[in-house]
């Protein structure tokens, strides 16, 4: 029997403590009766992620927990799921003498897709050629991203299962910094 591969995840906890035993056995029930439905603890962000076939999948889960368990759920809708490499070029400048840099990079799955464990760490690669970038500044865009991928882009939950790879860039020799390619680098997530 084919099982297709689950589209759409949720971080879900009880937001009562005392109703834990409740919530795991229902999350155990519910993976039992439908092969679709998957859990999984992500060790990082310490939660219990529940993955389906779309939204409404998921919510009448969440739902049935409310109405047969009597357990009252937190939901965090997982917003970015990399599926393709995402390419980026973004400028910083400021008028007159200030900062500029330019990166050009993109973003990529650590995971593949033939269904091996995910790969949940966060990966940079400098493939940049020539003198455009002088190597002062990689460490600087390394760090950035570094960064972003601990605090996240919005919410502040953690980025896992990405890779950088740096591919260009562009320096002024007097207006470029350290700050400038951590401020680009992050414009180009």
Known sequence: MHVPEPVMSLAVHPKKKDNLDNFLKALNRFQREDPT???KHNTESEEIIISGMGELHLF??????KREYGIDLKLVIQLLTIE????AEPTLTSGGAGQYAKVIGYIEPTSSADGEEADLS????DATTGNNIPNEYIPAIEKAFHEYCKRGPKTGYPIVGMKYVLTDGQTHVVDSSSLAFQIATRYSI
């Open 60 to 65: 009448v889960y969440c739902e049935r927990m």
């Open 84 to 87: 393709k490499p995402s390419v």
């Open 122 to 125: 966060c990966l940079f690669e």
């Open 37 to 39: 439905f998957v859990v």
